[in-house]
């Protein structure tokens, strides 16, 4: 049974950090690219970061380059999303993906506000 869930999410001032988790199960997590997205409130969910099982390829959404890193580690079956130079915007509920079978986590909630 695949699985998936998100972790580190919470509330944040402007210019803060977070680092969210999300830990896989039930499928070969090494061998699986795996996303990052979020959907703000009365928006569609958005695309944030893309990382590749092989050779540590990365992208990114436009509006987090710079900002926003993807890593994993495959050890531990986890994918991380660094979150720095927060600001109100990032607010929304971001959820991970194994993009190749369609599965989603429940999401946590990122909060970025003063």
């Known amino acids: 049974q695949v699985q998936l869930v998100e972790s580190g999410g919470g509330l944040v001032q402007p210019g803060g950090s977070l680092r969210l988790s999300c830990t896989a199960s039930?499928?070969?997590?090494?061998?699986?690219?795996m996303s990052w997205y979020r959907q703000a409130p009365g928006k569609e969910r958005e695309l944030v970061a893309v990382?590749?099982?092989?050779?540590?390829?990365?992208s990114y959404a436009d509006s987090v380059k710079g900002r926003f890193t993807i890593s994993r580690d495959n050890a531990k079956n986890t994918v991380y999303l660094q979150m720095n130079s927060l600001k109100p915007e990032d607010t929304a509920v971001y959820y991970c993906?194994?993009?190749?079978?369609?599965?989603w986590g429940q999401g946590t909630q990122v909060t970025v506000s003063s």
């Open positions: 039930g499928f070969t997590f090494s061998s699986a690219a």
């Open positions: 993906k194994w993009p190749r079978a369609g599965y």
């Open positions: 990382h590749t099982y092989s050779g540590g390829g990365t």
